[in-house]
């Protein structure tokens, strides 16, 4: 199955601090983890992947780790800035095929 | 280089006419993808294409959804027969190569609206 899940669907944090949210899934099959951010009327873009041969990335304030055993991922966005403010989407790819299954989102909100 | 793009960006229909969205995905690309998104929800799989040959249109919610992309670039998204359900924002995707670990650019999306 697909089950995607998101946690908390909502975090509000102060600026300079950190961020962090959860992306579960189902298929033991997937192998590529995507984390897109959507603000509000755009269009997704990519700000972090990870393959499933990997534990950790990171990419300046922005981070991604991945524990395939127990099937989560999370981001992880360290000092935050009011443009980080938008929907963050994960988005496994299901094993075999190439779509992703997008879950509901989480809207972080950075408070100055 | 320009991105993906899709038009109309605002389509409002009457229940039970037909309409065609149009994607023009980054050149080159092989991969192109259709997705649904709904007010609050996150996108949903509607169907997949690697260059003209429909490979997956598992996602398409009824008989009513049809997708082509003949030469494997442009590709038109067309619904018939209208729903007030079938109100959302559809978002087109292109990537690069054929396999899965490379990165889905988005379209600005058309924002399709059933009266």
């Known amino acids: 199955g697909e089950n995607v899940e998101q946690h908390p669907s909502t975090l509000s944090v102060q600026e300079g601090d950190s961020a962090v949210i959860k992306c579960t899934y189902s298929?033991?099959?997937?192998?590529?983890f995507p984390w897109y951010k959507q603000e509000l009327g755009k269009r997704p873009q990519l700000i972090i992947d990870?393959?499933?041969?990997?534990g950790e990335k990171k990419d300046q304030r922005i981070a991604v780790t991945l524990n395939k055993t127990a099937k989560h991922f999370s981001l992880h966005i360290t000092e935050t800035q009011p443009e980080d403010s938008a929907v963050y989407f994960c988005?496994?790819?299901?094993?075999?095929?190439?779509?992703?299954?997008f879950g509901k989102g989480n809207q972080v909100v950075v408070i100055p | 280089g320009a991105g993906v793009s899709q038009s109309p960006r605002y389509k409002v229909a009457k229940r039970g006419q037909d309409v065609a969205l149009r994607c023009d995905p980054i050149?080159?690309?092989?991969?192109l993808f259709w997705y649904q998104q709904a007010l609050g929800q996150g996108p949903e799989f509607l169907t997949y294409?690697?260059?003209?040959?429909?490979?997956?249109k598992s996602g398409l919610p009824s008989d009513r959804f049809f997708a082509e992309r003949p030469e494997g670039s442009v590709s038109t998204l067309k619904i018939q027969r209208t729903q007030q359900e079938d109100s959302a924002v559809y978002l087109c995707?292109?990537?690069?190569?054929?396999?899965?670990?490379?990165?889905?650019?988005f379209g600005p999306g058309t924002r399709l609206t059933v009266l």
């Open positions: 298929d033991s099959a997937s192998n590529y």
């Open positions: 988005a496994p790819r299901v094993g075999g095929n190439n779509r992703l299954a």
């Open positions: 294409f690697q260059n003209e040959a429909q490979l997956d």
């Open positions: 050149s080159g690309h092989v991969s």
């Open positions: 990870i393959r499933s041969n990997v």
């Open positions: 995707a292109s990537s690069t190569l054929a396999g899965g670990y490379n990165e889905q650019f």
